[in-house]
């Protein structure tokens, strides 16, 4: 097998994405990860106007970048939406370079794909969680708030400014025992001391004079992939009646 018959076996068998645009924006090559990516043969691809292989909210873009690439500035990692034969949108990372003849004119563009989809499904996935806890945590009627591993709140629930009088902005970032304690230091017997510390469960009923009620304490560790409590979720219960 001599060399070029290894570089296009190479190029064929890769698997990512790549493709050769003409400088009129044409493809006039591609691999077979371009077709399975596209949806498209080789022969459909071929000879194919590059633009209609974008979605319509990356086709302004793709003209920008095209812009470019006539100038032989190339591009790299460039989040891109595309459209396969059968509609269904995809996403990657564009990388192009451009190809000159000896003379130092662009005689075509190589693009290379990363297949990104399979983790665009997945970070929808993950804000349609954080969104449903949001609104989970929010609707809890008992006082919730979430501290770091260094006692600073960094979430609350509407039920726990009602508790404490105070608008979220003006909780973020203190510390748990100068909201509820309206103390410097954490009070003696602290259960999220406890829970800080590795205990999975702590209670505590007390009255607090700086609330003037009568609250129940249950504080939550979580852990991280070092096993170390990074946060508290923390539940108040105003039992004063």
């Known amino acids: 097998m001599d060399r070029e018959t290894r570089y296009l ?20 090559e591609c691999n077979h990860a371009a077709e399975s990516f596209f949806g498209y043969t080789f022969e459909e691809l071929q000879s194919m106007q590059v633009m209609l292989l974008y979605a319509e909210e990356s086709r302004l873009k793709a003209k920008e970048f095209f812009a470019l690439f006539k100038q032989g500035i190339p591009i790299e990692n460039e989040e891109m939406v595309y459209l396969r ?3 269904e949108r995809v996403y990657g990372l564009l990388s192009v370079s451009p190809l000159k003849d000896a003379s130092g004119k662009v005689i075509a563009y190589r693009s290379v794909i990363v297949d990104i989809t399979r983790l665009k499904a997945a970070e929808g996935e993950l804000v349609a ?21 260094a006692h600073r709140i960094i979430q609350v629930n509407p039920a ?3 508790l404490v009088g105070m608008p979220e902005e003006n909780i973020i970032g203190r510390d748990c025992f100068e909201i509820i304690h309206a103390s410097k230091f954490p009070p003696e017997g602290c259960v999220t001391c406890t829970a800080l510390e590795g205990c999975d469960y702590a209670h505590a009923e007390l009255y607090e004079p700086h609330l003037d009620k009568y609250i129940e304490a249950e504080p939550y560790p979580s852990y991280g992939a070092d096993g170390k409590v990074n946060h508290v979720i923390h539940l108040i219960r105003d039992i004063t009646e």
């Open 9 to 28: 076996d190479l190029y064929k068998g890769a698997p990512v994405p790549y493709l050769s645009i003409t400088p009129d924006g044409y493809v006039n």
């Open 129 to 149: 969680v954080k969104e449903l806890w949001e609104k989970t945590f929010g609707a809890v009627k008992e006082a919730l708030f979430i501290i770091d591993s």
């Open 85 to 87: 034969k059968d509609g």
């Open 160 to 162: 726990l400014e009602e």
